[in-house]
């Protein structure tokens, strides 16, 4: 992705490499395809390896689907290509659902018994208001709790993992932004105020807890709004037709190449609420 790295580094690592790893293999295929296109890029070097130089992905969350994808991402340039599968039981871990229904049942249940789940661990919510209001709602019940999501700052983002690796806090509320590189192995417990959208997003998340204990507590609990909160995300994440032909209708008109840079909300170019500026 970084030109410089592509130009000086790149035809380097190239010609003399003796082996590659790739971690979080599954990107290739979950994110590859559109939300991170840089991931596809990979194929492209592994075909331009010599043929004696080894290749190694790993990934601790991949479905039947995925791992066919990404085997055929690796078997570019025509490497043969061998799939290891572990088993995907932790025995370390507890796992439960504990249905209250409404919103205001589960975090009054969260408020009562944050301090008896074991060490220090993440509460995840599917949206940044829900971690905004639930830290908060903790905090003025006197739980040593800090949030994380998107909209956290970088450097606010590193002292709250910090916090949590030194358990300093008893809690992280969290939205999927706390996900891939956080590593904390005796992290006790992680809960969910709500289901995540799909069993390989949940199996992920609760795979961070009990990674060197031999127990940790995993509680699901589900809402009755969770559907449509993932219906809200999934049908936001693609624009409409008019949308999309507007933005086209604008490229083709435009006297020059126009990066994402340079579009911004407000400009009346005649793109919606989006248009060069």
Excluded at 9 to 17: C, D, E, M, V
Excluded at 69 to 85: N, S, Y
Aim: hydrophobic share 40%; charged share 20%.
């Amino acid at each position: 992705m970084n030109p410089r790295f592509r130009a000086e580094q790149l035809p380097r690592l190239i010609g003399t490499a003796g082996l590659l790893v790739i971690d979080e293999a599954h990107c290739i295929s979950d994110w590859g395809h559109d939300f991170r296109p840089d991931y596809r890029r990979i194929r492209t070097l592994i075909a331009e390896l010599p043929a004696d130089v080894p290749v190694l992905a790993t990934t601790a969350t991949a479905n039947e689907r995925v791992v066919t994808d990404v085997a055929e991402q690796m078997a570019a340039g025509g490497h043969e290509v061998f799939t290891l599968r572990g088993p995907l039981a932790r025995g370390s871990l507890r796992l439960g659902v504990l249905e209250l229904g409404t919103s205001w049942r589960r975090l009054a249940w969260l408020t009562q018994h944050l301090a008896d789940l074991p060490g220090s661990g993440i509460v995840y919510c599917l949206t940044v208001a829900s971690a905004d209001e639930t830290a908060a709602l903790l905090t003025k019940a006197g739980h040593r709790v800090l949030p994380y999501t998107g909209r956290t700052e970088p450097a606010e983002r590193l002292a709250a993992e910090e916090a949590l690796k030194r358990n300093e806090v008893k809690a992280l509320i969290a939205t999927s932004a706390l996900g891939m590189g956080f590593d904390k192995p005796d992290l006790g417990f992680v809960v969910h105020l709500g289901s995540p959208s799909s069993p390989v997003a949940y199996y992920q998340q609760v795979g961070r807890a009990g990674r060197a204990t031999d127990s940790a507590d995993v509680l699901l609990l589900p809402g009755r709004e969770d559907r449509d909160i993932w219906h809200y995300f999934a049908t936001n994440a693609m624009p409409t037709r008019a949308r999309a032909d507007a933005v086209l209708t604008a490229l083709g008109e435009a006297d020059r190449p126009l990066s994402v840079g340079r579009w911004r909300p407000g400009s009346t170019c005649g793109v919606a609420s989006w248009s060069c500026c």
